[in-house]
């Protein structure tokens, strides 16, 4: 599966921004998409997911309420949708995907396929 992420940018404390992930490969319905960042010095943080065929989706208590996944399957795209946006969101923002399994363990690990990362700014 080839990843690619874009819609990365500087915004204000408050702002909403929307990254989009282009996806492409074989057997897709097979995947879920994840959605990761990275800040400075910091761990990669899991956002949320969303599985190809049903829509499903699962987030992380610390952006749930302010980000929302979704995805387009005739556009071969999922999206982040960023609302409140705070200073410590800042980081390097990323999608994955992960074949569907029985055990999700929900961490970077499981992940084999990575886009390349867009870079989110929230100045205060």
């Known amino acids: 599966v080839q990843l690619q992420a874009s819609g990365g940018g500087t915004v204000q404390a408050g702002d909403s921004l929307r990254l989009s992930c282009a996806v492409s490969?074989?057997?897709?319905?097979?995947?879920?998409i994840g959605w990761f960042r990275q800040g400075s010095g910091k761990a990669r943080e899991l956002l949320g997911t969303?599985?190809?065929?049903?829509?499903?989706?699962y987030y992380e208590d610390s952006v749930k309420g302010r980000f929302t996944i979704s995805r387009d399957n005739d556009k071969h795209t999922v999206y982040l949708q960023m609302n409140s946006l705070r200073s410590e969101d800042t980081a390097v923002y990323y999608c994955?995907?992960?074949?569907?399994?029985?055990?999700?363990?929900?961490?970077?690990?499981?992940?084999?396929?990575w886009g390349q990362g867009t870079l989110v700014t929230v100045s205060s």
């Open positions: 969303i599985s190809w065929t049903l829509g499903r989706t």
């Open positions: 994955a995907a992960r074949r569907n399994t029985v055990v999700v363990l929900n961490t970077a690990q499981e992940y084999g396929d």
């Open positions: 490969g074989r057997s897709l319905r097979s995947y879920t």
